[in-house]
């Protein structure tokens, strides 16, 4: 009797590549191909939902995205934001801006 167990098992045949003119599965139900890194992308973001992403009103609570905006939010709510209808011409939007470190002044010499 032969042991086996020792020998690396050998690899199935390799399937024929496809021509040129044969369909792949995907292609033969209709579905698009999908290549690995696009799947792995996100969608194209709208130009709205980017202004609203840097908006400064921009707020997010318990996974809801919605305008903070004391003018905005009684007529948008927070469940039923949307920025395609609100963002692309709002006169409340400004960009988010870090602020400016403000230079020290010498020794407690404050300005008043």
Not at 76 to 105: I, M, Q, V
């Amino acid at each position: 009797m032969v042991d086996d167990s020792d020998r690396p098992l050998e690899p199935d045949a390799p399937s024929p590549p496809q021509g040129e003119g044969e369909a792949s599965p995907a292609q033969a139900r209709g579905e698009p191909e999908v290549d690995g890194a696009h799947a792995q992308a996100e969608p194209e973001v709208s130009p709205a939902q980017a202004r609203f992403r840097a908006c400064r009103w921009h707020a997010e609570v318990d996974d809801l995205k919605y305008c903070s905006n004391r003018d905005v939010l009684p007529y948008a709510g927070k469940g039923g934001f949307d920025p395609e209808a609100w963002c692309p011409d709002c006169a409340f939007y400004k960009l988010r801006r870090t602020p400016k470190k403000r230079p020290r002044l010498e020794d407690d010499d404050y300005a008043y």
